[in-house]
């Protein structure tokens, strides 16, 4: 591991001083410390934020808060995340293991950089780490990479479970800096790679993610997580799905349905939600939503078969939110 | 590169090392990589003396600005411990090369494997992932901390009841993940016990004997034993 220098601020002011280009901020640590030991990241200098006052769960009138330094594992367990909230529990009980869901932030979580194994190896190539040396995945072993949102400089999928269920619910996180507050929907916090798939999100230098805000949805209550992968826990999706839906009678009266371990970033898919949303609640209309899913997929040597794969993880997801009647 | 103005009257400036020389092996260090890196070295080096003054003190690790090491102290199987240290060493070497517990395992080194599981705070976490300056001011416990005196903690006794081992590497992790997961109430079924260990891998494949023996010491700990 290369030397850095190390500071703990105590508040957020101090926190998002300008310590400069290569300086990073450390919570959880979990993929920071793992990518410095690969020397992937090379930060001089690291601000460990752990105490300052983001912290807390609440449910309010408008929805669920979090703070961003809350442990996945606390967040996961809380009752009223599980009783109203299934779908961001399930994502974050089939994150990682129980040590690195106690380790780790909720923002952290959300900034976690991909798991494409030329990324992770410095002595290939890569866009993302390296900008303009290439991707050696595209003609290379891109099994588990992305077939949505593509370019030619980056196939990488986008590693989180959480994301994909906070982008399905329309969760926004509140971004502050020294100068100033923000909120971003976290849809459009990501990026797709384009010419720059090193510019993953629209964090800013020294701006911090301190809560994340999912709003009050009657579809919550009905939601759920389903990732499907090569072994049945710790390990990344192969394709996943967060799916909630409201239903009135035999009708669907809304639906709120993202994809992960497909797209370059926690895929939202708004057709298919609009092909949902006052249907009759059966397999047909499942299935003829879940077609939209893989508009303009782009397949690679080895990963076609996510197209039907996260096709037919959609169906089974919606049609055990069927059951929960 | 600097810190942000407002903050200059918390920062305190290093000696200058420019034509002198190094002090230590840590800021010769320091200094190639800069030079590596292609950055000037006075700035890494000006940034070494970043600390908050008043944040520092008590609670804080403090900031050595001769040799760029943090003095730390926690504390360990209910020990107290202080110990200077470079920034980049990880709780897991801390407590193997520095604190001679060397119950602990190193497996990949990566937070892959669940060798170096390891309790902050009565949590389990993993010590390869964990600087030791982060673990300023908490508790620590390792595997050598159950035990009181000759009589082993419950999931140690089921271990050996069970035969929940083979080559052993694994067993001192497999063990503190195992307390953690019985005191999270994950040991509902074969299939929650098996989902909730996950983290922990046995290359011997001891799985079902571990599965047993933490529903064995589940059972005592619930009566009380």
């Not at chain 1, 609640?281 to 782009?298: C, D, M, R, S, Y």
């Not at chain 2, 908050?52 to 360990?76: A, C, H, N, W, Y």
């Not at chain 2, 060493?89 to 407590?95: A, F, R, W």
Request: charged content about 25%.
């Amino acid at each position: 591991m290369r030397p850095f220098t190390y500071q703990v601020p105590s508040s957020i002011q101090k926190a998002t001083s300008d310590f400069g280009q290569d300086a990073e901020f450390i919570a959880g640590g979990t993929t920071l410390i793992d990518l410095m030991k690969l020397e992937v990241m090379t930060p001089s200098h690291l601000v460990d934020i752990n105490r300052l006052p983001i912290r807390g769960i609440q449910i309010t009138a408008d929805g669920l808060r979090i703070g961003a330094l809350e442990k996945m594992g606390d967040v996961a367990e809380h009752p009223e995340v599980v009783s109203k909230y299934p779908v961001i529990s399930q994502a974050l009980l089939k994150s990682a293991s129980a040590q690195l869901r106690n380790m780790a932030s909720m923002g952290g979580n959300l900034l976690q950089r991909t798991r494409c194994g030329y990324f992770r190896d410095v002595s290939t190539p890569c866009n993302k780490r390296q900008p303009g040396s290439g991707c050696p995945a595209i003609d290379g072993w891109n099994r588990t990479h992305a077939i949505l949102g593509t370019s030619s400089s980056c196939v990488a999928t986008h590693p989180s479970d959480l994301a994909v269920a906070l982008v399905a619910l329309d969760a926004s996180i509140l971004l502050q800096d020294r100068n100033q507050d923000r909120v971003l929907k976290l849809d459009d916090f990501y990026r797709v790679p384009g010419e720059t798939p090193d510019k993953e999100n629209q964090l800013n230098p020294g701006e911090l993610i301190t809560e994340i805000r999912v709003p009050r949805l009657p579809s919550a209550q009905r939601s759920v997580y389903l990732k499907v992968r090569d072994r049945e826990s710790y390990e990344f999706a192969l394709a996943s799905v967060a799916a909630a839906l409201d239903v009135d009678g035999d009708q669907i009266r809304d639906a709120r349905i993202a994809v992960g371990g497909v797209g370059t970033k926690p895929w939202n898919l708004p057709k298919v939600r609009d092909a949902l949303i006052g249907k009759p609640l059966n397999q047909q209309t499942f299935e003829a939503a879940a077609k939209l899913a893989t508009e303009g997929a782009q397949p690679l040597r080895h990963n076609a078969f996510k197209v039907e794969l996260v096709q037919r993880t959609i169906v089974r997801a919606l049609m055990n939110l069927e059951t929960l009647a | 590169m600097n810190r942000h103005p407002n903050d200059a009257s918390e920062a305190r400036s290093l000696p200058e090392t420019d034509g002198q020389p190094v002090s230590s092996r840590r800021q010769f260090i320091s200094r190639l990589a800069a030079i590596s890196a292609g950055i000037t070295v006075a700035a890494p080096l000006a940034r070494s003396a970043i600390a908050e003054g008043t944040d520092l003190e008590g609670r804080f690790p403090r900031q050595d600005p001769e040799g760029g090491l943090v003095e730390i102290s926690l504390k360990v199987n209910g020990r107290p411990e202080k110990i200077k240290i470079d920034p980049r060493v990880t709780l897991l070497d801390t407590i193997r090369d520095r604190l001679d517990l060397t119950g602990t395992k190193k497996g990949c080194d990566r937070g892959a494997c669940g060798a170096c599981t390891v309790h902050i705070n009565g949590k389990r976490v993993l010590s390869c992932l964990t600087l030791a300056v982060m673990a300023h001011g908490e508790e620590v416990t390792t595997v050598e901390g159950l035990a009181k005196g000759d009589e082993l903690h419950p999931v140690q006794a089921a271990f050996i009841s069970c035969d929940g081992f083979q080559c052993g590497y694994c067993t001192p992790g497999q063990i503190m993940s195992a307390i953690g997961c019985i005191n999270e109430g994950h040991t509902g079924s074969d299939t929650e016990i098996q989902e909730f260990m996950s983290g922990n891998l046995c290359r011997c494949g001891a799985y079902p004997n571990i599965v047993d023996a933490i529903k064995m010491a589940a059972q005592r700990m619930k009566s009380g034993g």
